[in-house]
């Protein structure tokens, strides 16, 4: 017996064009990979230098962190701080339009974990009943 699919009313149209879909898309490609996550969690409670945030980051390499920053303080979320030492020290920090994202990713990064256990049930029954087929 095969289970019953409610049917879900269609949205209303919202006219828009199709560069409005490319902008919004390229913004959450970015708030939405895994390693700006991370980072814009960890930049929630203040600034923190580049090697802090390396160690704080499991499994991220010295690159895939730079081209991160790099990003993210393109896109207005995040100011890079260069301090006039020896040797030089770097601080990043979220801008007010990064803390103003820090709330729903934290939201986001909390819902994920909490049903973690929930969702890998959901994945091995949906991968066991596929198996079969």
């Known amino acids: 017996m095969k289970p019953e699919h409610k049917k879900v009313p269609a949205l209303p149209a919202i ?5 409005d879909c490319r902008g919004v898309a390229s913004v959450l490609a ?6 700006s996550v991370l980072v814009i969690m960890l930049l929630g409670d203040g600034p923190r230098r580049f090697n802090e945030l390396k160690r704080m980051v499991g499994g991220i390499s010295q690159r895939m962190l730079t081209l991160t920053l790099r990003g993210l303080e393109r896109d207005g979320l995040v100011t890079r701080t260069v301090f006039p030492t020896v040797p030089p020290r770097v601080d990043y920090e979220l801008t007010a339009l990064g803390r103003g ?5 934290m939201k986001l990064g909390q819902w ?5 256990p929930d969702i890998n049930t959901a994945r091995q ?3 066991g009943r596929n198996a079969q087929d």
Do not use: I, M, T, Y
Request: glycine residues 4%; charged residues 25%; negative net charge.
């Open 112 to 116: 994920a974990q909490q049903h973690l």
């Open 30 to 35: 970015r708030v939405g990979d895994k390693w």
């Open 125 to 127: 029954n949906f991968d």
């Open 15 to 19: 006219p828009h064009q199709e560069s």
């Open 101 to 105: 994202l820090s709330d729903p990713v």
